[in-house]
């Protein structure tokens, strides 16, 4: 299973948003409601931001939203603080007991 | 709290093997299903493979099938990946995580490092 498309790069001035894409296939993000997205900082492990398209963990702000058209999913983080800066990976169920990752995305606050 | 601490990582020479170590605490870990996910140095995440909570079902990618086996004691609250025949390409931080919703990993470990070279 190929990697889910992201664009390596993505910036905001505080306060802003930033929208991330996630493109795959029919046979993963467009077949499945199971889209994560995850955010990382640097030397650290990944964190869940939100899980099955649009749904958020308990402890995560609302300045993070996900959706999802056709076999592309996206996050929005709106109202860019200077935390948010770190590498965001989404995933999603692949079919046959397959799991994909995107190729991640660095977001930059400016 | 709830957490996931791996151990067991280290340099190995290719063609070696190693076995990594994940111990759950805080939470029933026998009601979840588990995951090891790598990440090579400066790359991106990759899913490696993912044993349900009983013990019963596992699956894994392409690139480490016949290769790697994943397990779990339920009694000891610990998960296991046993690597045979490493490759350089398996270098790697490698990560546990809890499966929380179709693959959504809601707690991961620290990770620990493996690295293999002649």
């Known amino acids: 299973h190929s990697a889910l498309t992201q664009p390596p790069s993505a910036s905001g001035s505080p306060g802003q948003s930033v929208t991330i894409s996630c493109t795959g296939t029919s046979s993963d993000v467009g077949g499945y409601n199971y889209v994560s997205w995850y955010q990382q900082h640097p030397g650290k492990a990944p964190k869940l931001m939100i899980y099955?398209?649009?749904k958020r963990p308990s402890g995560v702000p609302d300045r993070f939203s996900g959706s999802k058209s056709g076999n592309t999913a996206s996050l929005t983080v709106s109202g860019l603080q200077a935390e948010d800066e770190a590498d965001y990976y989404c995933s999603s169920y692949a079919g046959s007991n397959n799991y994909v990752f995107g190729t991640g995305t660095q977001v930059s606050v400016l | 709290q709830v957490q996931l601490v791996e151990s067991g990582g280290g340099v190995v020479q290719p063609g070696r093997s190693l076995r990594l170590s994940c111990a759950a605490s805080g939470f029933t870990f026998s009601n979840y299903a588990i995951h090891w996910v790598r990440q090579a140095p400066g790359k991106g995440l990759e899913w490696v493979t993912i044993?349900?909570?009983?013990?019963?079902?596992?699956y894994y990618a392409d690139s480490v099938k016949g290769r790697f086996t994943i397990s779990r004691d339920n009694s000891k609250n610990t998960l296991y990946v046993q690597m045979n025949g490493l490759r350089t390409e398996d270098t790697a931080v490698y990560y546990c995580?809890?499966?929380?919703?179709?693959?959504?990993?809601?707690?991961w470990g620290q990770g620990t490092m493996v690295t293999v070279s002649s």
């Open positions: 099955e398209v649009t």
């Open positions: 995580a809890r499966d929380v919703a179709g693959g959504a990993y809601d707690i």
């Open positions: 044993i349900s909570y009983d013990g019963n079902i596992k």
